[in-house]
C-alpha cells in the first residue's frame, strides 16, 4: 500500500507505542490479540508430499474497518475474526492454486493486517501502527524457519501490503536464512532507490530470467492517468513477459496466461496473449487492457482509473510461474 519506513523499536519507542495505543482506543486503535503461530489454525498450509521447496506468502489488504462489541473502530484485521479469515483464506488458496499446486509447498501466516481505512492516517501515525503487522509476519516466518523449513530453499511471494511487509522482513534476514531465499515476488508495492541503497545486500534487483537471491517486483498501469502514490514513488521494475528491465517493448505473443480465478470450483484457467507491456518510469504499461478492468470507485482516491494494482498478482501469472521454475533450476545448480 504506501511506503513506510517502520522505527526499529528500541525501548522507548515500545513505550511511545503503547501510550499512544492505550490513550486512543476509541479512535481506532484497538488492538485484538496477536495470532498464536503454534497453532495450525494461524495458518493457510498446503504440503506437496514430494516438493522440496517452499513458498512463503503474505497476501495484500483484503478488508475495511469494524466496529467491535465495545464501540471500538478496528484499523487492525482480527485473526479471531471469520470473516476476516473467510477473505484472506480466499486469496491464499487462489495463490497456492494458481502458483503452488503440486509443485511448491505453501505457507501463508493469518496476521493483524492495516485495513484500508489505516492508510488515511499521517506517516508519523502509519509508521507506528505498521509495526503491528510487520511483527506478526517476522514472528510467523521465524516459526517457520524454526518448524517447518527443514532447509528448503524457499520463494517470498506477496502481494501490495504483503509486499510492504516482507520488503521489511528480507531487510532484515540473516545470512544462513538468506542464502536459502531462491527470489523474493515483491508484488504491487513501490520499492525506492532508497531502499535498494539502504539494503545492497538484501534488496538486490533482478536482471533478468534466471539469477536468484533477487527481488522481482513491478506495478502495472494502462496509461499516464493510472499513476497512484504507489506507482509514482516505484524505483525497481522488471518486465515479467521478457524479463528485462530496460524499455523494449514485449508484444502480446509473450503473454502465457493471466489466471482467471473461479472461488466457486477453486481452479483457474488462462488467459492467453492478454496485453503487450513495456517498461515506462519504473511502472508497467500495459497497452491491451481495459482500465476498468481493475477499476474500483470505493477505492479510486489511492487506485485511480488506470491503475491496475488489483491485477498486478495474477495478471501475469503463466509468465511468473515459469520464471519461478527457472529460478528455482538456477539456483539448484549452483549448489551442485
Keep these: 500500500m504506501i511506503k513506510l519506513r517502520y522505527i526499529r523499536f528500541s525501548i522507548s519507542a515500545v513505550f511511545i507505542l ?15 490479540t496477536a495470532p498464536d503461530y503454534t497453532d495450525t489454525t494461524s495458518w493457510f498450509i498446503d504440503n506437496v508430499e514430494s516438493a522440496a521447496i517452499d513458498i512463503f506468502y503474505v497476501y495484500p489488504t483484503v478488508v475495511n474497518a469494524k466496529i467491535n462489541e465495545r464501540g471500538d473502530t478496528l484499523f487492525y484485521a482480527d485473526v479471531n475474526d471469520s470473516d476476516y479469515i473467510k477473505e484472506a483464506t480466499v486469496n ?24 484500508f481505512e489505516s492508510f488515511k492516517e499521517n506517516d508519523s501515525i502509519l509508521n507506528l501502527k505498521a509495526q503491528i503487522p510487520v511483527d506478526d509476519v517476522i514472528n510467523a516466518f521465524n516459526f ?20 510492504m511487509i516482507l520488503l521489511d522482513l528480507l531487510e532484515q534476514m540473516n545470512d544462513e536464512t538468506f542464502d536459502l531465499m531462491i527470489a523474493a515476488y515483491l508484488i504491487g508495492y513501490p520499492i525506492t532507490a532508497n531502499d535498494v541503497a539502504d539494503n545492497p545486500n538484501r534488496i538486490i534487483p533482478a536482471k533478468g530470467r534466471r539469477d536468484f537471491g533477487c527481488v522481482i517486483t513491478f506495478n502495472s498501469v494502462t496509461s499516464d492517468d493510472g499513476y497512484s502514490n504507489i506507482n509514482k514513488k516505484a524505483f525497481l521494475c522488471i ?17 502465457l496466461g493471466a489466471a482467471i480465478y473461479d472461488i466457486n470450483t ?3 484457467t488462462l488467459a492467453k496473449d492478454f496485453t503487450g507491456v513495456y ?13 476498468q478492468m481493475a477499476y474500483i470507485e470505493e477505492y479510486k482516491d489511492m487506485f485511480p482509473l488506470g491503475c491496475l494494482h488489483f491485477m498486478d498478482s495474477w495478471l501475469y501469472a503463466k509468465n511468473i510461474k515459469v520464471n519461478m521454475k527457472d529460478r528455482a533450476e538456477s539456483y539448484i545448480e549452483s549448489a551442485e
Design 239 to 255: 518486465n515479467p513477459l521478457n524479463w528485462k528491465t530496460d524499455d523494449s517493448f514485449a508484444s502480446e505473443d509473450y503473454h
Design 92 to 115: 491464499q488458496r487462489a495463490m497456492q492454486v494458481i502458483y503452488a499446486s503440486d509443485v511448491y509447498n505453501f505457507y501463508s501466516p493469518y496476521y493483524r493486517q492495516l485495513t
Design 279 to 291: 517498461i515506462e518510469n519504473h511502472n508497467l504499461v500495459c497497452v491491451d487492457i481495459d482500465p
Design 266 to 268: 477453486q481452479t483457474y
Design 144 to 163: 517457520y524457519m524454526e518448524n517447518y523449513n527443514e532447509g528448503h530453499p524457499f520463494f517470498l511471494f506477496s502481494h501490495s501490503q504483503g509486499s
Design 18 to 32: 503503547l501510550s499512544f495505543l492505550s490513550c486512543n482506543t476509541n479512535k481506532g486503535d484497538y488492538v485484538p
